[in-house]
């Protein structure tokens, strides 16, 4: 079993930013996520979209924001359960609780803080009739090991900057890739779509657009893919394919938290926001877009001011008889649970007689 001070579901920024408050206040975090790996929507659907309300950073790359917030969270080393998605929670004699996941790994912890967004995410799938067949058969919604594709053919379908960024990362990894997109104009990154373009007329990427997979097919595992030309209605089949990869985004759901007991207002927890961000259970926190009050915005900067305002909570009811006296880090710096030091240098006064 995992024991940890403060359990974190969702490794979204706001999951990620909570790491950083509680290590401030020598409170140890474990993150749960269902996604591969930590980021949330930013890094899962739009890591090249470019973020303009973060505090200090005139413009930031939704993926580099991520990639920043891991860094600032290294010294305080956090653990992850990813790929897992919390199914249970049981509240314990002593207050505690025990989250446990669909694949059974159980995490201990006297807080539990509810940070999953928009809740967890399921794959959009394409309405094809006979793509469930094929699930773990040569379809995937999500690419988690890009090594799986080595010297594979691929379809990726989609528009967006997942389509495009895998489609350009698998190009020096696949044998073929194709990229299906039902328009003609893609929704993604510029620089994303002119290097798409480029790698297609090299014969790197086999681009088809305004066109749709309508189709697959294949005994006990794909074998091949049909595609519809939308202005046409003529279909193109392309034969001996490995993978199938439809990427259309991700459909945010509460899950098996709404089952939890919590009060839930138009698919978001109700919180305290006049004091904590606790919801109608004690001991269990709710911080980030999956949180609901008076006056609610959901934004990242949002997520992150209430993630600091909720370890201060969280840090009292662990250590009821113990009182905290903030200081800033600017004063005590940022003392790493891995030794490391982070602290302005001292100026020396010398009195002159």
Request: hydrophobic share 40%; glycine share 10%; proline share 6%.
């Amino acid at each position: 079993m995992i024991k940890t001070d403060i359990l974190i579901i969702g490794a979204g920024p706001t999951g990620l930013f909570a790491v950083f408050e509680a290590g401030l206040l020598k409170l140890k975090c474990h993150l749960i996520d269902a996604l591969p790996q930590p980021g949330g929507q930013c890094s899962e659907i739009y890591p090249k979209k470019p973020i303009y309300d973060i505090p200090g950073f005139p413009e930031v790359l939704a993926g580099d924001l991520v990639t920043n917030l891991m860094e600032q969270i290294k010294p305080f080393e956090p653990g992850f359960t990813l790929g897992e998605r919390a199914q249970t929670i049981d509240k314990q004699e002593d207050g505690s609780f025990i989250v446990t996941t669909n694949k059974g790994t159980k995490h201990h912890a006297p807080v539990v803080v509810i940070a999953g967004g928009l809740g967890s995410f399921e794959p959009r799938k394409p309405p094809i009739a006979n793509i469930a067949n094929f699930e773990d058969k040569g379809v995937a919604y999500i690419i988690r090991e890009p090594e799986v594709y080595r010297d594979k053919k691929v379809v990726i379908a989609g528009g967006g900057d997942s389509a495009l960024d895998w489609a350009i990362y698998l190009a020096d990894v696949a044998s073929e890739v194709s990229l299906v997109h039902r328009r003609n104009d893609f929704r993604g990154a510029l620089d994303s779509v002119e290097k798409v373009e480029e790698l297609s007329k090299i014969g790197k990427i086999n681009l088809i657009t305004n066109a749709e997979v309508t189709d697959l097919k294949g005994e006990n595992e794909l074998e091949s893919v049909v595609i519809t030309h939308k202005a046409s209605a003529s279909e193109k089949e392309i034969k001996e394919t490995d993978y199938f990869i439809p990427l259309f985004g991700l459909s945010p759901k509460l899950g098996p938290i709404a089952d939890w007991g919590l009060e839930i207002e138009k698919n978001a927890i109700k919180v305290d926001n006049s004091y904590d961000y606790q919801t109608n259970i004690p001991g269990v926190y709710a911080i980030g877009d999956v949180n609901t009050y008076p006056g609610k915005l959901k934004l990242i900067l949002c997520g992150f001011h209430e993630a600091a305002i909720m370890c201060q909570s969280a840090y009292q009811r662990i250590f009821p008889d113990k009182k905290y006296v903030m200081k800033y880090t600017t004063v005590s710096g940022v003392n790493g649970f891995d030794g490391s030091k982070k602290e302005a240098k001292k100026e020396v006064v010398k009195s002159i007689n």
